[in-house]
């Protein structure tokens, strides 16, 4: 008896915790379990209510009452009292981070090191030996130990995916098919598989096509950056170079200026000079005569006074230089005025060119981005704008968060602002645009002007120059409910447009490319009116609100 134990020792070892049975129990698949550790598998399932074998995963619905396998029991009794113990198994190793647990481990888990595909189960050394026992022949698919065994399972009927449903494009149960998928177009795993495995085929090698043309693409893009970065250096130099010489030219004509006034300066101061030593040598002599005379005329000696008269009562001889008329009104002011004049020249000039300048920079483009043409490609480059109380005028009210703008027809009590409008009912938004941007808003009234301004525009005064489109500081699309069309202004001058039938408004902004854009948004996005030009400076949303019925809302 003790040697057909010895034999078929692993009859009577209990899969999990690979020892002799201890009140070993059967269930009614047939394998057989201590009842500690069957207890302890089944503890971890109780959440589910559904229990299984922790080899064939048979399920159990409710859990199974255990009862003692009593000729198991006494067998293994028999074994224990022979002293034969269970072969030492091989050095096993614990699951560490990253590897995959062995399933049917209770307590320390072991690394696994193999997968059944069968079973839905992952096995340690240990395991995997006991479960080929279970199966011999080796029917079931195993695969190298992998963590993504639970995808293969059904998660409503906690099954097997083996079939592939062709109308839902996904991985069901049998159970499925006569449920949910009653019906569809459904074919075997391994079917599905190779259907997909040509689309693959097909996808890879369109993959492979845009790998290459990215490759390609990345290859002319790194050298396009490597060319504008030394053309970028060289601009630089040359520029540095330019500017140094036109500050030392400069420099010249201040210093030849200065020059020039100091020379006159001291050309006239000389002759100045030159002139009050004459004048007050010839004041000395005077007074030294008109001394004498004043003596004289207090003398009484007649005979002195006669005999002295003739030689004091002469004249003294008055020299050319006391004829000479002084200018009363020096001054280099007209200088000034010439430096000023020519001070104003070159910032207008050098204003101009830099605008040339400018332009022709921001046409040095590495990429040329393309135009959006759908209302999906404007939204990518949607942005977040807010309404500024601070250049609102004291007729329009705020409110949503600074988002919407009412003519409220009333003075509100704002605080006087530098920016603030005074003379038309308009906004400015806070947040400015200086590259590519894209927002909507939403109107209703009488008639509103959707803008775009630089900051510059005129704020005060009943002058043109505050009002939008009237100058060359604001675009405008006039929209309006009483009148069959709308408009276009810019720098006072109006293009007649369709009327616009949506009450919803979309702006494009390009602010490098010098693109603006207005769009009518309804079911589909109609162009209104496009502008092609140079932008100079940053670029804000406005608002001209016409009356108390009319309002505007950033979306």
Known sequence: MADATQSNLDLFTCPVCLDLLRDPVTLHCGHSYCTGCIKDCWDQEDQKGVFSCPQCRQTFTPRPVLNKNNIFAELVEQIRNSRIRPVVPAPVVCAGAGDVECDVCTGRKLKAVKSCLD????????????????????????????GQLQERICTQHEKPLEIFCRTDQSCV???????EHKGHDTVSASAGRKEKQTHLGETQRKCQQRILEREKELQELRKAVETLKSSAQTAVEDSERVFTEMIRSIERRRSEVTELIRGQEKAEVSRADEHLEQLEEEIAELKRRNAELEQLSHTEDHIHFLKTFQSVSSTPETKAVSSTRVNQSLSFDAVKKSISSLKGQ????????????????????????????????FLQYSCHFTLDPNTAHKQLCLSEGNRRVQNCAQVQPYADHPERFDFKPQVLCREGVSGRCYWEVEWCGQYVD???????????????????????????????????RCSFWHNSEEIKLPLVASSRIGVYVDHRAGTLAFYSISDTMTLLHRVQTTFTHTLYPGFYVYSASSSVKLL
């Not at 240990?126 to 080929?132: A, G, I, L």
């Not at 149960?173 to 449920?179: A, G, Q, R, S």
Request: aromatic share 8%.
């Open 450 to 484: 959707i803008a775009v301004s630089y900051k510059s525009i005129s704020r005060k005064g009943r002058v043109t120059e505050s009002w939008f489109g009237r100058s060359d500081q604001a675009w405008l699309l006039r929209t309006t409910s009483s009148s069959p």
């Open 346 to 377: 070159l910032e207008d000039f050098c204003k101009d060119e830099l605008m040339k300048i400018s332009a022709a920079v921001t046409e040095v483009q590495v990429m040329l981005p393309a135009e959006p043409t759908t209302r999906e490609d």
């Open 119 to 146: 079973c839905l189960l992952s096995y340690c050394e240990t395991h995997y030996k006991v479960h080929n026992d279970v199966n011999p022949g080796r029917k079931h698919k195993m695969v190298d130990a992998t």
């Open 173 to 179: 149960c049998f159970l499925c098919m006569v449920d």
